[in-house]
């Protein structure tokens, strides 16, 4: 496939992703598309330990959806569309690698649910949050209504949800939707540091980490700590954790082979 709407720089095991569609780099079904294809390319590239997820320019990281491509659609053919951007959702959240979605600037309605599918969101001072589908007439259909309020609660999420207004970077981090607001000249360089960190990390760890509290958030206790043993049984078989424990007994830096 021929990426037109993304750019894809690999640096030092961390991939930097952005949505390149300046200046406010809208959703369209094309982006979409091509987003689930680089994300399954991403996955395929053992070179590749850490995504960071961002748009092009410092005014939107992706301002919503492109209306014009909706307006005219029916309510069958807006259904199938959305089960592709599903899709592509959740193979942000399934895959093995961490994802760190750097807000450079606005991220509404498709731009706001595309962060809730990374896995740590760090953003700049200017940036703006918000869902605006009730003002459309419609609401979210990309997860926006269960991964929202799964993340920051039902009192935080409806008020965002029904009132369909922006709020800012320090409150975004206030109801626990950012992790931290840096300006908006350090913001990829934090990014990029958070992905090389996690680079260094045990493959093995880091993959069943992520699958153990995204599958759990889905089900009941006893279910989620089924998944929990399961992937610690998973992490505990590599040779990474001798190294890791090896290293510690013998105070010194751990080198992980990946294995």
């Known amino acids: 496939m021929k ?42 590239n053992s070179d590749v330990r850490a995504v960071v997820l961002t748009g092009k320019g410092d005014r939107a990281f992706a301002a919503g959806a492109d209306v014009r491509d909706m307006v005219d659609l029916t309510s069958i053919e807006i259904l199938e569309k959305n089960e592709q951007c599903r899709a592509v959702l959740e193979k942000m959240e399934r895959l093995s690698k961490p994802i760190i979605a750097a807000v450079n600037g606005v991220a509404l309605g498709g731009g ?24 459309l007439g419609i609401i979210p259909g990309a997860g926006g209504t269960q991964r929202f309020q799964r993340l920051v609660g039902q009192t935080a999420a409806k008020e965002l949800l029904y009132f369909g207004e922006m709020i800012t970077a320090e409150r975004a981090y206030e109801i626990g939707l950012v992790n931290k607001v840096v300006p908006q000249d350090e913001l990829l360089d934090l990014a990029k540091a958070w992905g090389r960190t996690l680079a260094e990390k045990p493959v093995m760890a880091v993959r069943m980490m992520k699958k153990a509290v995204n ?25 990474d954790r001798m190294e890791g424990m090896q290293s510690f007994i013998e105070k010194r830096k751990p080198n992980f082979s990946g294995v």
């Open 3 to 44: 990426v037109q709407l993304l750019e894809c720089v690999i640096e030092e095991k961390v991939a930097v992703v952005s949505l390149n569609r300046p200046p406010y780099n809208p959703l369209n079904w094309q982006l979409f598309e091509e987003l689930g294809y680089v994300m399954d390319r991403l996955e395929q």
């Open 112 to 135: 706001s649910e595309l962060i809730l599918a990374c896995d740590l969101r760090v953003c700049s001072e200017t940036a703006k949050f918000g869902f605006p589908e009730i003002n």
């Open 215 to 239: 599958t759990g958030a889905q089900v009941d206790l006893n279910s989620a700590l089924d998944v929990e043993m399961a992937c610690f049984g998973n992490a505990f078989a590599t040779q």
